[in-house]
């Protein structure tokens, strides 16, 4: 069994700055890329960032020069920074990882239960 829970959700102002943590725990043999989605209401889910385990990025046009994404391979954690937070980035965030259990060759996709991110005007 795999988890992935998030943390770091919550209110804050247009401009002000929130953090998202993810840790990935279970079964585990092996973490690759980690990623953050975000749905708001009435909307499908999109791409927001990812990071590969060798850490290299990438970031929706939307929050490029806004949000950071970084990762800690030793605790599969990965952390979602996020400045200059406008209304527009309201929704709920959701962690993604593409891991690799112990005996198993395959890689599968895992999502947390997601946080809430609301920012008011």
């Known amino acids: 069994q795999v988890q992935l829970v998030e943390s770091g959700g919550g209110l804050v102002q247009a401009g002000g700055s929130l953090t998202l943590s993810c840790g990935a725990s279970?079964?585990?043999?092996?973490?690759?890329?980690m990623g953050w989605y975000r749905q708001a209401p009435g909307k499908q889910r999109e791409f927001v960032a990812l990071i590969t385990r060798g850490a290299s990025t990438n970031y929706a046009d939307s929050v490029k020069g806004r949000f950071t994404i970084s990762r800690d391979n030793a605790k599969n954690l990965v952390y979602l920074q996020m400045n200059s937070l406008k209304p527009e980035d309201t929704a709920v965030y959701y962690c993604n990882a593409k891991i690799q259990r112990p005996a198993e060759w395959y890689i599968n996709d895992y999502w947390g239960q997601g946080t809430q991110v609301t920012v008011s005007s």
């Open positions: 279970g079964s585990i043999f092996r973490v690759n890329d």
